[in-house]
């Protein structure tokens, strides 16, 4: 009787897991459909003849000799008028060259103005709670350490803040170590499917865009006013896109303002990583799921698109666990062929990429101009068990953090660059 | 460098276009402008593909509907080809006399013709050999870091489940129970399976095949070219795993049936789309007016 039970709750769970995969996989399929047939809505690039803002400009860096040197320069380079401009590299615990580079650039350009952390708890969150009290703008834009920001990255996105609505800006990330191997060409891939595809569909259809702490840009009154950035969560962009999002305010999506960054260019670099952003996807996940479903600021299908963005890292575990099902019921002589094909081509469908399907791939390389890139296509498949086993060690990290009640270590992702 | 397209590339648009603007990208859809830059080309962030011909897609998704309405009727003469050729296969390995009879099951109004044979079941001692081996591999190729992550880890995966198969069986047999299914279960599962998956992935593939703008041949081949392929594959995939039951048992039957199964049939769908969306991206985004063929 138990067992009898047993498989048909078994049963049922793998149909549940089959409906989530479809209605993730019809959702993959409106935004290529929205991003390949619809006409765009376009960012705010046509208002730069408005007063331009003063910005301040974070970046956080821990270890950063390799690559200090290049978004400094990328910086001083920018078009910005200098006098509006304030440039805050933050220093957390450094243990390399990083303070001597920052300070001869300090030295000699007086808008650089580093921030040095030598107490205090280590991290990203951290460091920008520091420099948020640090900073003397309204406007504060966020790059990673590994980013050259083109000249007038700057002024793409600072303009969107002359819409008050707008509480976050994010532009388009873009590998540039491309080359150098296989991991980084399919990462290159994943990137072009997740923005110039997913975001941007997201943005033309309003639903929810999300602030990537890579290459972005917010208001820092309204970051203070909900009392900075969380330590406890690794994911401090998405923490800040639905903290935004269900307070009323807007997230802005900028395909056109590309950004360059350095892909992991190995594969325990890329496990690390993507267990990190699941575990800090889902620490975000814990803390908004509800508040997105009852706020009154999201209209139905930004809610459901909410509810779906905090929920895609569960995916994997929920496929994982569904095979484990199907062993069962396989062995136990119940299962059914129907569930079975079903399921998987869902599931195949979802799985080829890490959350974003190859037919959203192929559509962002052939709008990027891509040719032979198409052919990786199929290699994403190479990837996918990897990216589960990845995603299932964050989510597990993820449980562990709540039952703890701690503070995560940060962990940086590895540097390549000579 | 290199990435999605060249760094260079992109900051020789920039500085033709304006920085930053490109006059035609106005705040929000639809305000009109007047600058001289309307006509540039779209740029890559916002354009989009030409609208299709309405009545070319309403056509080729009738062609697609009446081809796949044929197969469907003529399902029959095709599972028994793939069952014979099995049989065939099966004697080609060698083995005896195993699955070279078939018996019968009606499935989605289709005549079906499992084979039917002996399937090995371990003892107690059997499946917990299986559990030990299983575990010891896992250590094994858990420790094993010369080996490139993704593949490690999909080999842990098979022996995981093998394993995690293995110990199920192991607390069924202290059960007193057994395998749930005998040879002619577990072939009536294969082929209903492949006929499950013969008669809904065509479905699929067409609603995938609308959202790119592939011309009506691509489309048809996109859609029929993977059933044509899987058909030998299927039948040498059958014989293997009636081979692998007949010699091992039902536990290495359940991870070859969960991770070989459609999965390797869709594997060569997105190998077809691949190829596909090369010669799609090289229609849109070559040749001399190549301008023409995007919208804002």
Known sequence: ??????????????????????????????????????????????????????????????????????????????????????????????????????????????????????????????????????ASHEVVIVFDADYTPPADMIKQLAMAFVDPEVGAVMGRVVPENTKRGLLTRLLDLERAGGYQVDQQARYTRNLIPQYGGTVGAFRRSVVLSMGGFNPRILAEDTDLTFALFTRGWQVAYANRSECYEESPESWDVRFRQVRRWARGHTQAAFRHFLRTLSTRYLRFWQKVDGAMLLGVYAIPTLLATAILAHLVLFLSGRVAPFTLIIAALFCMANSYGNFAPFFEVGSATMLDGGRRRTWLLPYMAYVFIFNVWAVVSGLKDALLDVIREGTPQWEKTERYRQ | ??????????????????????????????????????????????????????????????????????????????????????????????????????????????????????????????????????????????????????????????????????????????????????????????????????????????????????????????????????????????????????????????????????????????????LMMNRVAKRVGGGPNREARWRW
């Open chain 1, 1 to 134: 009787m138990v067992s009898f039970w047993l498989l048909w709750l078994l049963q049922l769970y793998i149909y549940v897991v089959a409906v989530i995969m479809l209605l993730y996989m019809v959702r993959h399929m409106v935004f290529t459909s929205t991003r390949l047939h619809r006409k765009q809505r376009r960012f705010y690039h046509e208002i730069l003849d408005s007063e331009l803002p003063p910005v301040t400009v974070l970046v956080p860096m821990h270890n950063e000799e390799a690559v200090a040197h290049d978004i400094l320069r990328a910086l001083i380079n920018s078009d910005y008028p200098k006098d509006l401009l304030e440039v805050i590299p933050v220093d957390d615990h450094s243990e390399d060259r990083t303070e001597q580079i920052l300070r001869e650039y300090a030295d000699q350009y007086s808008y650089i103005r580093p921030l040095y952390r030598r107490s205090g708890p280590r991290g990203k969150p951290s460091g920008l709670n520091d420099a948020l009290e640090y």
């Open chain 2, 1 to 274: 460098m290199g990435g999605t397209h060249s760094r260079e590339e992109f900051e020789r648009e920039r500085s033709q276009l304006g920085s930053g603007t490109t006059g035609s990208e106005r705040f929000g859809a639809g305000l009109a402008t007047t600058s001289p830059l309307a006509a540039a080309m779209p740029h890559r962030a916002y354009r989009r593909v030409e609208p299709e011909n309405k009545i070319v897609m309403a056509l080729t998704v009738l062609v697609i509907g009446v081809i796949h309405y044929y197969i469907f009727i003529n399902f029959h003469p095709i599972m028994l080809a793939m069952s014979e050729w099995s049989k065939l296969v099966l004697s080609w390995l060698n083995i005896g006399a195993v699955g070279q009879s078939y018996g019968y099951d009606n499935y989605m109004w289709v005549r079906l013709y499992p084979l039917v044979y002996d399937i090995h079941e371990p003892d107690t001692l059997g499946y917990l050999i299986w559990t030990i081996g299983g575990i010891v591999l896992i250590v094994l190729f858990a420790l094993l870091r010369v080996i490139a992550a993704p593949v490690r880890l999909t080999i842990l995966t098979i022996l995981l489940l093998l394993t995690f198969g293995s110990v199920y069986m192991l607390i069924v047999s202290l059960a007193n129970g057994s395998l749930g299914f005998d040879g002619f279960e577990i072939s009536k599962l294969y082929v209903r399976a492949v006929l499950l998956t013969w008669a809904f992935m065509p479905i699929g593939f067409a609603i995938l095949s609308l959202l790119i703008p592939f011309n009506p041949i691509e489309r048809i081949v996109l859609v029929f070219l993977p059933i044509i392929y899987d058909f030998p594959f299927s039948v040498v995939r059958y014989a293997v795993m009636v081979w692998i039951t007949n010699w091992l048992g039902g536990v290495p039957a359940a991870p070859f049936f969960l991770l070989f199964g459609s999965a390797i049939t869709f594997l060569f769908y997105v190998c077809l789309f691949s």
